[in-house]
C-alpha cells in the first residue's frame, strides 16, 4: 500500500483529511498526522511516507522548512500542497522540494482524492521502473532489446511514457532528440498470428540493408517496424531505394518461403521520438492504399501524391482544405472541393481514370488531417462504403466525386464531434 503522511496545523482539516476519505479503498495508509512542520518531519523520517499531504503557513517549523530538511537528507517522498491564496509564491518555491501537486484553498474532497490516485500512480510507475532496471542489469542485452521494444509500442499506443525512461533508452542507443524514425507496417494476408520464423525471415532482411529496426508485435496477423535514423543528414534518395528492395525482399521471401502473401505500408521519416505514433498511423494509411490498385502491395505515403505529368496538379487550395477539416467545417469544406474541381474542370482534366486520381489525391489531403487528431482513416470509416476501397470501381465522374464528397464531409464531422469530446476524469 502507499503510507501516507498527514501535516496541518488546523486540527479539524487533519480530521477531515483522516477520517472522510475512503483511504484504505484507494490503497492508502495513514501513517501519522501533525500540527506543525517539526513534528512532521519527526513522521517524515520514522516512516517514510510516499506522500505527504502538507500545509505551508504552520507554527514551529513551515511547511517549506519541512521539505527542505527532508530533501535534504534523502528522503523521497512526494508532497501535496494545500496552500491559501495569499501563500501563492511560497507555494510556487515549493516545487524545488519535490512538491508534485498544488492544490489552493478552499479544496474539496474530490480535488484531494484526485490529485493521491495521480501521486500514487507516478509512484507505482517509479516503482515498476527500479523494478525493471535491475531486472536489465540482470540480463543487459536481452532486457537492453525489451526496452527499446516496451518505449515504441508505449509511443505506439499513446502510453505516457517516463522521462526516466526516455533517458535509459537514449543512453542505451546513443540516439537522442535528432534521431529520425520511420515505420513500416507489414501484414501477413489470412495469418491470425505472425510465426517467429516469419518476424526472423522480415528482421534478417532488414539487416541485410543496414536498417537499425525494432520489432513491435501489433495486430494479430500483423507486424510492425520502427525504424531508427542516426544521422542528421540523411541520403534519403539512397534510403528509398534501399527500403524499395528490402520491402520487396520481404514480399519475395513470404510468398516462396511460407506461400503467403503480404501488404506493407511505409511511413515517412521523421524527427524526434514523439513522431513515432504518427509514423505509426501514417504506416496504417499507406496500408489501406495497397487495396486501389493490382499487384501493387507495397506503399509508400510519401510516394502517394502522384508525380505523372498527365494528370498531377498540385493543389493549390490544400491548405484551405486541410483547415476546413481541423476546424471541422463540413460545409466549408465543401466549397473548397468545389472550387477545386471548378479548376481542374478549366485545365480540362475531366477524364474518369484523371478523375479517381485527383480523389485518391483528395483523400491523401484528408489523411493529413488526421494526424493532429490522432485518427487513422481506416479506423475512420468502418462501413461498406468506405471511400478509399469504392473510388477505383466507379463507373462515372458523377458516382466517383459523390464519394469524395461524402467522404469529405464525414471526416469533417468527425473531427469536429472529436474536437468537442470531454474526456472523462
Known amino acids: 500500500m502507499i503510507k ?107 480535488q484531494i482524492l484526485e490529485a493521491v490516485k495521480r501521486v500514487s500512480c507516478r509512484i507505482e510507475e517509479s516503482k515498476r521502473r527500479i523494478e525493471w532496471v535491475k531486472e536489465m542489469r540482470q540480463e543487459p542485452h536481452q532486457d537492453q532489446d525489451m526496452l527499446i521494444i516496451r518505449l515504441f509500442q508505449q509511443l505506439i499506443m499513446q502510453i505516457p511514457v517516463q522521462d526516466e525512461v526516455i533517458q535509459d533508452y537514449r543512453r542505451l542507443t546513443g540516439h537522442g532528440e535528432r534521431t529520425k524514425y520511420q515505420v513500416i507496417l507489414i501484414r501477413a494476408e489470412d495469418q491470425e498470428v505472425v510465426s517467429d520464423s516469419i518476424v526472423s525471415m522480415i528482421e534478417e532482411c532488414f539487416r541485410k540493408y543496414h536498417f537499425e529496426a525494432a520489432t513491435v508485435n501489433y495486430l494479430p496477423g500483423e507486424i510492425m517496424l520502427v525504424i531508427s535514423y542516426l544521422a542528421d543528414n540523411l541520403l534519403y534518395i539512397i534510403l528509398n531505394e534501399n527500403m524499395k528492395k528490402v520491402t520487396k525482399m520481404v514480399s519475395d521471401r513470404m510468398e516462396e518461403e511460407f506461400h503467403l502473401s503480404c501488404t506493407i505500408g511505409i511511413s515517412e521519416i521523421q524527427k524526434g521520438l514523439e513522431s513515432v505514433y504518427g509514423c505509426a498511423n501514417q504506416a496504417k494509411n499507406a496500408l489501406v492504399f495497397t487495396t486501389l490498385e493490382e499487384n501493387h502491395n507495397i506503399v509508400s505515403i510519401s510516394n502517394l501524391m502522384f508525380e505523372d505529368e498527365e494528370y498531377h496538379s498540385p493543389i493549390k487550395r490544400e491548405r484551405q482544405l486541410l483547415n476546413a477539416l481541423k476546424a471541422g467545417d463540413a460545409d466549408e469544406a465543401e466549397k473548397v472541393l468545389d472550387m477545386i474541381y471548378e479548376e481542374f474542370s478549366e485545365q480540362k482534366k475531366n477524364s474518369l481514370s484523371i478523375n ?70
Request: glycine share 6%; with cysteine.
Open 4 to 110: 501516507m503522511a498527514l501535516i496541518d496545523d488546523e486540527q479539524s482539516v487533519l480530521e477531515w483529511l483522516e477520517k472522510s476519505f475512503p483511504w484504505e479503498q484507494c490503497g492508502v495508509n495513514i501513517v501519522g498526522t501533525a500540527e506543525n512542520g517539526k513534528q512532521g518531519l519527526d513522521i517524515i523520517q520514522k516512516e517514510i511516507p510516499d506522500i505527504v499531504i502538507t500545509s505551508i503557513d504552520m507554527p514551529i517549523m513551515d511547511g517549506l522548512e519541512m521539505m527542505e530538511k527532508a530533501v535534504g537528507m534523502g528522503i523521497d517522498t512526494k508532497f501535496i500542497v494545500l496552500s491559501g491564496y495569499n501563500e501563492f509564491e511560497n507555494a510556487q518555491e515549493a516545487i524545488r522540494y519535490g512538491v508534485k501537486e498544488y492544490l489552493p484553498k478552499p479544496v474539496t474532497e474530490e
Open 356 to 425: 479517381k486520381k485527383i480523389c485518391t489525391e483528395l483523400i491523401v489531403v484528408c489523411i493529413k488531417s488526421l494526424y493532429p487528431m490522432g485518427m487513422c482513416l481506416n479506423e475512420l470509416f468502418q462501413t461498406e462504403d468506405d471511400p478509399i476501397y469504392l473510388i477505383h470501381d466507379q463507373k462515372s465522374i458523377t458516382d466517383v466525386k459523390k464519394i469524395v464528397y461524402r467522404a469529405v464531409r464525414q471526416m469533417a464531422e468527425c473531427i469536429g464531434e472529436k474536437k468537442c469530446e470531454v474526456p472523462e476524469k
